[in-house]
């Protein structure tokens, strides 16, 4: 089982601020993005998008970073400052 976290704008446009899913093989954060994205309908492809940011374990990964039982995986917008 993976813990899902989705912050600010994502959280809200998916109206779901988490999600705990069965990951019973390793894979990556875009094979996670595009089965959710595929599920979950229009606004779940904002997590397709490159500017969309991904954490493993409070980690910053890349999109073929692999993705473990047991793993806390959050999506958030990108950080923009001023």
């Given amino acids: 089982m993976i813990k899902i976290l989705f912050f600010a704008?994502?959280?809200e446009k998916l109206q779901s601020s988490e999600l705990s899913i069965e990951w019973?093989?390793?894979n990556?954060?875009?094979a996670l993005a595009t089965q959710l994205a595929e599920q979950g309908g229009d606004n779940w492809q904002l997590l397709l998008a490159e500017?969309?940011?991904c954490a493993i374990n409070q980690q910053v990964a890349e999109?073929?970073?692999v993705i473990k039982d047991g793993d806390e995986v959050?999506?958030?917008p990108?950080?923009?400052g001023g």
């Fill in 9 to 11: 704008n994502l959280r």
């Fill in 63 to 65: 999109r073929d970073a």
């Fill in 51 to 53: 500017e969309t940011v």
């Fill in 28 to 30: 990556t954060v875009l």
């Fill in 78 to 80: 990108p950080v923009t």
């Fill in 24 to 26: 019973p093989i390793e």
């Fill in 74 to 76: 959050a999506f958030f």
